[in-house]
């Protein structure tokens, strides 16, 4: 997987700044400044980067972010980025929000600390009355975490319990969809489509499978001109592989309701309900795993609304803060919680952080600015410019895809448009590795350049953003993309 950066980058001249004067880098330190030197050492000296090639700072500078303001951040040169990726398809508000980070510094002078171990904070509470009033149908129980990943171990973990504690001790296999992302630690890696970040931790705990995503761009030939028909066969291939495997042993389906790995696969009309359907049929526990697709990425509080389709359980992280603070959870309906609620029954799993106060209270506050500003009408009333804006890029020739929905898009990039035929690895490694990534950070846009599956720009732009903000990130990728053809 490339990170939007890697390998390493020079700084370019910044942009003009709507802030003014002093919020650009005109006049900021440059690279021979002993400050910026000895953060540079200490970064390669001392800190690991996630999910990153470390030997590509080697000789080169780590980028090294140091403030936010709205829709842009800033390097420690000064220089401006139009953060195009909303952190980590984390920060739907924006950077910089005074109200939000006062929440957080005015509970933690109150209540700092304190575990959902047997206890309750105030926080904590309000924060699940919230989130149960948001969800769609009965979702209205809420178990914190800290983070999407330990989001989606849980859910498995509880699929696992419930059906012990309901008679039916043998369903523990979790089906997911090709190269689908769902978390880094053990469990949740098991139900991670991506055979790549998988290997170098194997064995894995038992009971992932896989079924066909949602690409239509890559749809079998006998549905290529058909989303309908795709969308059926996609679903009918869940139930099918619940079949093979023996619905006996099947717990869980995960599911993203955009799915984000490979870039941005939206559900075919009808895909939800045909696979709603097929759970029910064989009692198996939907999961709506909307780390990414929650608190306004597509325009509703969560991803399942848009689609019309009510889980059993929702995981979720990321946007519930805005990035201000971690926090993540699942929300799971009554039914799954009844064995838990009477009697000596014990969910067996906690998290020492979740819940955090401070970070409820932050949560709590970002929700309020979703409110007062109306963010998912901002981005319903946004999102067609915002695909129209990056259609435009398909006069490119090496722009094959446009999809997404929402303010969450992938753009697939090909090496013929005509047959659609992709990169290999050696050209897909010297395209997003050795140029793309590089250089489009170094022309001010922050996305992501993604190999996993086939190649894709990915962007998840803050909430607050508007017609402007998508002009300058088509602006940004069209010059860098056409670059990138004539080096092919």
């Known amino acids: 997987m490339t990170t939007p950066h890697d390998p ?20 900021a330190p440059g690279s021979g400044d002993p400050a ?18 470390m030997s ?61 171990w047997s206890y309750a904070h105030p926080r904590a509470i309000e924060l699940a009355e919230r989130l149960a009033s948001l969800a769609p149908g009965d979702l209205n129980r809420v178990f914190f975490t800290t983070s999407g990943s330990e989001a989606v171990e849980s859910a498995w973990k509880l699929a696992k319990q419930y059906f012990k504690a309901v008679g039916e001790p043998a369903r523990y296999k979790v089906l997911s969809r090709d190269i689908a992302y769902h978390g880094t630690s053990m469990g949740a890696l098991a139900i991670t489509g991506l055979p790549s970040i998988k290997e170098p931790f194997e064995p894995l705990p038992p009971g ?34 619940i079949l093979r495997e023996g619905p006996e042993s099947v717990a869980a389906v995960f599911l993203e309701p955009v799915q984000n790995s490979g870039g941005c696969f939206p559900p075919p009309p009808g895909y939800f309900a045909r696979v709603r359907e097929i759970c029910d049929r064989y009692g198996v526990i939907l999961v709506s795993d ?39 959870g699942m929300m799971v309906s009554d039914r799954l919680m009844e064995p838990f609620s009477a009697g000596t029954a014990t969910f067996l ?38 695909r129209a804006t990056l259609e435009k890029l398909h006069d490119l020739p090496i722009v094959g895809d446009v999809r997404g929905d929402g303010y969450f898009y992938g753009i697939e990039l090909v090496k013929d448009k005509a047959t659609r035929e992709t990169f290999s690895d050696d050209e897909s490694e010297r395209l997003l590795r050795g140029f793309l990534s590089q250089a489009v950070f170094d022309a001010g846009l922050i996305c992501r350049a993604d ?17 402007e903000h998508f002009a300058e ?16």
């Open 290 to 328: 909307e780390v990414i697709c929650a608190f306004g990425r597509l325009g509703y509080y969560f991803g399942s609304q848009r689609y019309n389709y009510e889980p059993d359980i929702i995981t979720f992280a990321k946007g519930v803060t805005s990035g201000y603070a971690p926090l993540g």
């Open 36 to 53: 910026i030197l000895a953060m540079q050492e200490a970064a390669r000296r001392h800190l690991w980067l996630h999910f990153t090639r």
């Open 56 to 116: 590509s700072y080697a000789d080169g500078e780590v980028p090294v972010i140091v403030r936010g303001s709205g829709q842009y951040v800033y390097d420690q040169k000064g220089k401006r980025y139009l953060d195009g990726l909303s952190g980590l398809f984390v920060s739907q508000i924006g950077h910089g929000r005074k109200e939000v980070a006062e929440a957080g510094a005015l509970q933690g002078s109150e209540l700092a600390y304190f575990p959902l």
């Open 451 to 467: 190999d996993r599956g086939d190649p894709v720009i990915q962007l998840a732009p803050p909430l607050t953003c508007g017609p």
């Open 349 to 386: 799993h906690g998290v020492t952080f979740a819940g955090h106060p401070v970070s409820s209270a932050v949560a709590l506050a970002n929700l309020d600015v979703f409110e007062q500003e109306d963010l998912l009408g901002n981005v319903r009333a946004n999102e067609a410019a915002f």
């Open 473 to 488: 990130m088509e602006q940004i990728l069209r010059s860098v993309l056409t670059e990138a053809w004539s080096r092919i």
């Open 208 to 241: 992932g499978v896989r079924v066909p995503n949602t690409n239509f761009y890559r749809a079998p030939g006998f549905v290529a001109d058909d989303l309908a028909g795709f969308g059926r066969w996609a679903a009918d291939e869940i139930e099918r592989a």
């Open 8 to 27: 390493g980058h020079a700084a370019a001249n910044a942009p003009s700044d709507p802030l003014g004067p002093a919020a650009a880098s005109d006049g």
